[in-house]
């Protein structure tokens, strides 16, 4: 069965302390990984899509890399409004529903001045 | 450029009532995914509509339906609602079925069922 874990569950940074947050993934054939943003109260807010191993993806303070069992968001020098739930999904090789998403639980990262 | 929009924000229902949930896609996108949020999950999906017709669908009961009209705006009805039934719904939207189009999601409806 497709599968997609995220890891840590929340994650407490201070300002300006960088880290990373894991997603990895059991399927059968990976058409390609999402990382999504989520406030509180709000609908999700695309951020990347990568589709091969070696990948990698920027935004302003956000890197998402992917290998062939995970993927990274790597935050650099966060600040206080990156605040949120980050959200990994996959899409697969499925017969109908090609555009299907299969989401983690999500990251719920803190960010505190 | 309009996002996503659905309507309403929040209902409160109880057991064995039905429900329409509305959704109206981001302009020039043709493709509506349903998705079900409950509390500290990540979004599970329901199912998808692509020009009208249903294009797949995930584990959710028949008493899950829904519509897509022609403008691409799309329904999710849920009947005989059940106290698990409580959670975020999310409507997307995208462009075709190709995995290169990444979903846009509205601010989702919450329902709660006493």
């Known amino acids: 069965e497709d599968q997609v874990t995220q890891s840590p569950e929340a994650l407490r940074l201070q300002e300006g302390e960088s880290s990373s947050l894991n997603c990895s993934y059991t399927?059968?054939?990976?058409?390609?990984l999402f990382w999504y943003r989520q406030d509180p109260g709000k609908g999700p807010e695309f951020l990347f899509t990568?589709?091969?191993a070696g990948e990698e993806k920027e935004k302003e303070r956000l890197k998402a890399t992917l290998t062939k069992k995970e993927s990274f968001l790597h935050i650099t020098a966060p600040k206080p409004e990156d605040s949120a739930t980050y959200l990994c999904?996959?899409?697969?090789?499925?017969?109908?529903?090609?555009?299907?998403?299969?989401f983690g639980t999500g990251t719920l990262l803190a960010v505190q001045p | 450029e309009t996002g996503v929009t659905q309507s309403p924000t929040h209902l409160i229902k109880t057991r064995g009532q039905q429900v329409t949930l509305r959704c109206s896609s981001q302009?020039?996108?043709?493709?509506v995914s349903w998705y079900q949020q409950a509390l500290g999950q990540g979004p599970q999906f329901i199912f998808q509509?692509?020009?009208?017709?249903?294009?797949g669908r995930g584990n959710f009961p028949p008493r899950f339906s829904g519509l897509q009209f022609p403008n691409y705006s799309s329904e999710l009805n849920v009947n005989a609602l059940e106290l698990d039934d409580s959670a975020l719904y999310l409507c997307?939207?995208?462009?075709?079925?190709?995995?290169?189009?990444?979903?846009?999601f509205g601010d989702g409806t919450r329902l709660s069922i006493l």
């Open positions: 997307a939207s995208s462009t075709g079925t190709g995995f290169n189009q990444p979903q846009h």
């Open positions: 399927v059968s054939g990976l058409r390609g």
């Open positions: 990568l589709y091969s």
């Open positions: 999904a996959v899409q697969t090789f499925l017969r109908g529903a090609t555009n299907k998403l299969i």
């Open positions: 302009s020039g996108h043709n493709t």
């Open positions: 509509y692509y020009r009208e017709e249903e294009n």
